[in-house]
Nanobody, 124 residues
Framework: QVQLVESGGGLVQAGGSLRVSCAASGRTTRTYTMGWFRQAPGKQREFVAAISRSDGSTNYASSVEGRFTISRDNAKDTTYLQMSSLKQEDTAVYYC?????????????????WGQGTQVTVSS
């Protein structure tokens, strides 16, 4: 079992930067592939980024590639999502997720464990 807790969300102006974190407990996350998803009001949850447990390879949604960076600190059992050049359309609740498979999957159903989410709001 893995428990995931997101933090670092908040209000930021368009063009600004923000880093959200996902702290894990219960079992080390070095054995899990970690992902970030987001859900905006009235929309379905969508993939943002993922980082593989095996080789650290990453995968990004096209809407965030070049602006967001996913990383992990296995010693701290923490995964990060650094967000830059934020746009209003990035406003959403951001969720951290973990899966035991090695591929940086983009489909939410492949992930077993989920955090409670952290709100990111980008103002104009």
């Amino acid at each position: 079992q893995v428990q995931l807790v997101e933090s670092g969300g908040g209000l930021v102006q368009a063009g600004g930067s923000l880093r959200v974190s996902c702290a894990a407990s219960g079992r080390t996350t070095r054995t899990y592939t970690m992902g970030w998803f987001r859900q905006a009001p009235g929309k379905q949850r969508e993939f943002v980024a993922a980082i593989s447990r095996s080789d650290g390879s990453t995968n990004y949604a096209s809407s965030v590639e070049g602006r967001f960076t996913i990383s992990r600190d296995n010693a701290k059992d923490t995964t990060y999502l650094q967000m830059s050049s934020l746009k209003q359309e990035d406003t959403a609740v951001y969720y951290c997720a973990a899966r035991s498979g090695s591929g940086a999957a983009t489909t939410s159903t492949y992930y077993t464990y989920w955090g409670q989410g952290t709100q990111v709001t980008v103002s104009s």
